[in-house]
Structure formats: C-alpha cells, structure tokens
C-alpha cells in the first residue's frame, strides 16, 4: 500500500505596504468629522495592501498641539486604536482650540493596520 503525502506552505498575510499622508481643513469653530477616505483614497500616495486587504483599524501615535482629537465624544489618547469601521459611523472627530483665532495647522501621526494580517504600519 502507498502513502502520499501532501505539504502545504504556511502563507503570510503581508501588512499594508503603503500608507500615506492627509489634509483637511475645518473652519474656526466647525468640528471635523473624518471620512475613512481621509486615511486611505484621499492620501498621497493612497493606502494600498498586498493582498488587497481593507483597513481595518488606525492607531494614533501623536496627538495635535493645538486642537483636540475625539472618539466618540472622549478625548484620544496616545496609542489608542480606532478601528475604521467607528470611524465611517463619523465617531472619530477634530475640535479646534477656539481660544485660537489665528491660522494653524494642526498635526498628528497615525498608522494603520490591515484586515489580513493586523500588523500596523505608518
């Protein structure tokens, strides 16, 4: 009698292979709510992924100087992950420091993790 074996490979799932940089803006006063497009077509360049894995969530690793990041109506804090399913339900918001009449920018920086393999990447 014959035995065949058969060996399958182990197959990793790659993290996204870019992510890109975004802008917006918001007038004195106004709350802006971001769009998951902010942080994936809207982007130079835009996000892309291996095995076309969506995004799936994005982890804040600077907070703005100026203005006020907010999940939910709570203030993000430094390493907090936001996955973008809350973010297209409009939960993820920037409220600018109103005691700045002046023009500023305001940054913050993000990486963001794939569906497929949950590793993130800036």
Do not use: H, K, W
Not at 18 to 24: I, L, P
Not at 87 to 116: C, H, K, M, R, W
């Amino acid at each position: 009698m014959g035995l065949f074996t058969v060996t399958t490979q182990e197959y990793t799932n790659l993290p996204p292979s870019q992510v890109g940089n975004g802008s917006a803006s918001t007038n004195y006063g106004q709350t802006y709510i971001f769009t998951v497009a902010d942080f994936t077509t809207e982007t130079s360049p835009v996000y892309a992924d291996p095995e076309g894995d969506g995004a799936a969530n994005l982890r804040i690793l600077t907070l703005p100087t100026t203005g006020t990041l907010y999940f939910n109506s709570i203030a993000v804090v430094v390493n907090q992950v936001i996955s973008f399913a809350n973010i297209a339900l409009e939960l993820f918001t920037y409220v600018p420091d109103n005691g700045t009449t002046t023009l500023y920018n305001d940054v913050f920086q993000f990486e963001i993790a794939d569906s497929g393999s949950g590793i993130f990447v800036s």
